[in-house]
């Protein structure tokens, strides 16, 4: 696999979506435009061959070791099964249309689902959602087998 470098512009972008800011608040942080920002957010989803979508392209930044995962902090989480069944799903990218499509639930049932993962996750954003999912070892390399004992951290 070839490695992937972003510029550090992209870097800071990335890693203001992964925290759970949005492309208005890493513009305004970096002190650039919102169109500028939506530019280095697209370049570096290109780079990493994922789609824009911000969960997706903080997730391809993980495991591409773009963006460090940062240390667990000493949290538990306990997600539902349909939480839990919606985590990959959030991470591929997908619509609340299509999670509901392909696990045969009522869109009103993965809603709130979603926002309980995120909730629970301790996320304000999907993006910052994914983060804690690869920070706790719910996805990425720190990803528990569900042979292990769970995670309390």
């Known amino acids: 696999m070839k490695a992937v470098r972003l510029t550090r512009r992209e870097g800071q972008v990335v890693q203001e979506l992964a925290e759970g800011g949005s492309l208005r608040s890493a513009a305004e942080k970096l002190g650039i435009t919102l169109s500028t920002a939506k530019s280095y957010c697209n370049d570096a989803a290109r780079k990493l061959g994922c789609s824009a979508v911000h969960p997706v392209l903080v997730a391809a930044a993980y495991d591409a070791q773009v963006l460090e995962i940062p240390d667990s902090e000493g949290t538990e989480v306990v997600l539902t099964d349909g939480e839990r069944e919606l985590l990959p799903l959030l991470i591929a990218g997908l619509s609340t249309v299509q999670m509901a499509r392909k696990t045969y639930r009522h869109i009103n ?6 926002r ?12 910052q959602a994914v983060t804690r999912a ?3 070892g719910l996805a990425g390399p720190r990803r528990q087998t569900p042979a292990e004992p769970a995670q309390t951290v």
């Open 116 to 127: 309980g993962l995120i909730v629970a996750l301790g996320g304000e954003t999907p993006a």
């Open 109 to 114: 049932g993965v809603r709130h689902d979603l």
């Open 134 to 136: 690869y920070q706790l």
